[in-house]
């Protein structure tokens, strides 16, 4: 054995500890309070039980063992692998779903956005365009009124 699988098999050891040992302490106390209500009732005295107490320990094993295996490596390692599955899934599944939309000629979000940002960069070409016309158009309204003042408001 590796050095690299007995630390393997070290971290499997230990979540299963800490799965299975808060289920070994439940029942351990679970059968000793048995025992002392099988005594109890030996000596003709009726049992003490708590019933919100004992729910509690059930919850508090539960709680505990759930905890133990949700942090346990081989939890951790298979949603690890299955993230991975998914990832390469949509990756794969979108990379097939723009392959058939190229092979039937369906436009899609690709080509949109290549022809919204030739749209748009000719949109900021016309503006530009504009931009200097109507500077250029500034320029000559006010040449015509400081000409129309010097001929006093005729037009040569």
Avoid: C
């Avoid at 059968?31 to 003709?44: H, R």
Wanted: aromatic share 6%; charged share 25%; net charge neutral.
């Amino acid at each position: 054995m590796t050095a690299r699988n007995g630390d393997h098999v070290k971290e499997m050891a230990a979540a299963n500890d800490a799965i299975v040992q808060p289920w070994l302490d439940y029942w351990m106390k679970l059968f000793e309070q048995n025992s002392q209500w099988t005594q109890m009732l030996m000596a003709g005295m009726p049992p003490t039980m708590d019933f919100n107490q004992a729910r509690q320990q059930w919850l508090k094993t539960m709680s505990t063992s759930l905890d133990g295996y949700l942090r346990s490596p081989a939890f951790l390692d298979a949603m690890r692998r299955t993230a991975d599955m998914s990832t390469a899934t949509k990756t794969n599944t979108d990379a097939m779903k723009l392959e058939v939309t190229r092979q039937i000629g369906i436009p899609h979000s690709e080509d949109i956005r290549g022809l919204f940002e030739r749209l748009e960069s000719a949109h900021e070409l016309v503006m530009e365009r504009l931009a200097a016309i109507e500077v250029r158009l500034s320029s000559m309204e006010s040449k015509l009124t400081t000409k129309t003042k010097d001929t006093g408001g005729r037009q040569k």
